[in-house]
């Protein structure tokens, strides 16, 4: 199980397909949504909204 690499956190799937979305496909670390929003200096309801559009649009780093 991967953690935050800023807090601890255990992540989830689609929080690891976020950071390597945002942030580069190659990562190893990763942010929670949590720290995402704090780095990113955007809500974490965005960061939501964006997982649900990245998943419409087929991202293939968001399948199970």
């Known amino acids: 199980m991967a953690h935050c690499k800023e807090c601890g956190r255990s992540l989830t799937k689609d929080e690891i397909a976020l950071h ?9 670390e990763f942010f929670c949504i949590d720290c995402s929003s704090r780095y990113l200096n ?13 998943k419409k649009m087929g991202c293939t780093l968001f399948e199970a």
């Open 20 to 28: 390597k979305k945002i942030y580069n496909r190659g990562a190893e």
């Open 42 to 54: 955007v809500s974490v309801d965005l960061l939501r909204q964006k997982i649900v559009e990245f």
